[in-house]
Every structure is written in structure tokens, then in C-alpha cells.
């Protein structure tokens, strides 16, 4: 049965009636029309469902979404501010880090959590950091050198 929770995402509080089973990330889709979290494996295999709770890296896809409440749940389209992109956004556009983007916004997300506590990251925190984000199009060093921009443009 459904029940009325109150999430905060992306700095607005929404009132939604979820049932127990459904998770973050259908929630956001399917409910709130926030599409740009992707949906892939759907079982914590891809990440591309990647979002921040608490400002933590987190598969959506893999979290309930009564379990957030409380919490604040920011998504790749809350990270634009006053029409600017953020510096991730710009970065992974300026290093040609983006091919077919279905992986894009998760890592993007990953990658946050990891220059919030790390601004200036050398390549072996960045890899690690963004292990669980499969990409298949990049071989990922793109990804990597627009990683590297995004701290170096934030210094
Ligand atoms: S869709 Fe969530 S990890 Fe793949
Ligand atoms: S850009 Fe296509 S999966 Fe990463």
C-alpha cells in the first residue's frame, strides 16, 4: 500500500505517495519527470542511476525511496546554477568526455562527492572514485582528463 512521504530534491520538498518496493530512481523518473538520472541495469550493476543523498555518490536504482526522506537528494539537474553549468558539466563537454552520454550524468554525480572531500585529485583517487560508473564508449580517460579540469577550473 501507498504511503505519503515528503523528499527533498534538489532544494524543493515534494509530498508523493510511494509504495515500499519503488526505488529512488523510479521515483525520480517515473514521478517527477527528472530524467536525466538514467535507468540501466536497474540492479546496482551500472550506475548510471547515480545521484548524491547527503552529498554521497549513490545508485538510485538500489535505494528505496522511503528511506530518503529526511535526507536531501540532489540529481545531475540540480547541479546548474543560475544557468551556468557546473564546472563537472562544462569540463566533461571541454574534454570531449561525452560520446553517446547514457553513463554521463551518474558519473558526473560520482565524480562531485569525489571533489567535494578531494579538490585536487590525482588519477588513482579519480579511477577509484569513479569505479562503479560503467562507460562504454570512452575508455574512460576522457573521462579521467575531465575529471582533472573540472578540479583544476575550481582552484
Ligand atoms: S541502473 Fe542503477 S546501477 Fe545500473
Ligand atoms: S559515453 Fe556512452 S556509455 Fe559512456
Do not use: W
Request: aromatic share 4%; net charge negative; charged share 20%.
Amino acid at each position: 500500500m501507498k504511503q505519503l512521504i515528503s523528499i527533498e530534491i534538489n532544494g524543493e520538498v515534494h509530498e508523493l505517495a510511494v509504495a515500499p518496493q519503488d526505488s529512488l530512481l523510479h521515483v525520480l523518473r517515473e514521478e517527477l519527470g527528472l530524467i536525466g538520472t538514467k535507468k540501466g541495469c536497474d540492479t546496482g550493476g551500472c550506475g548510471c542511476c547515480t545521484v548524491q543523498i547527503d552529498g554521497r555518490a549513490v545508485y538510485s536504482c538500489m535505494t528505496y525511496a522511503m528511506s530518503v526522506q529526511g535526507k536531501p537528494v540532489v540529481t545531475i539537474e540540480g547541479i546548474t546554477e543560475n544557468g551556468q553549468l557546473d564546472p563537472l558539466q562544462q569540463a566533461f563537454i571541454d574534454a570531449g568526455a561525452v560520446q553517446c552520454g547514457y553513463c554521463t550524468c551518474g558519473t558526473i554525480m560520482a565524480a562531485r562527492e569525489l571533489l567535494a572531500t578531494v579538490p585536487d585529485p590525482d588519477e588513482s583517487q579519480i579511477r577509484h572514485a569513479i569505479a562503479g560508473n560503467l562507460c562504454r564508449c570512452t575508455g574512460y580517460q576522457k573521462i579521467v582528463d575531465a575529471i582533472k579540469l573540472a578540479a583544476a577550473n575550481s582552484a
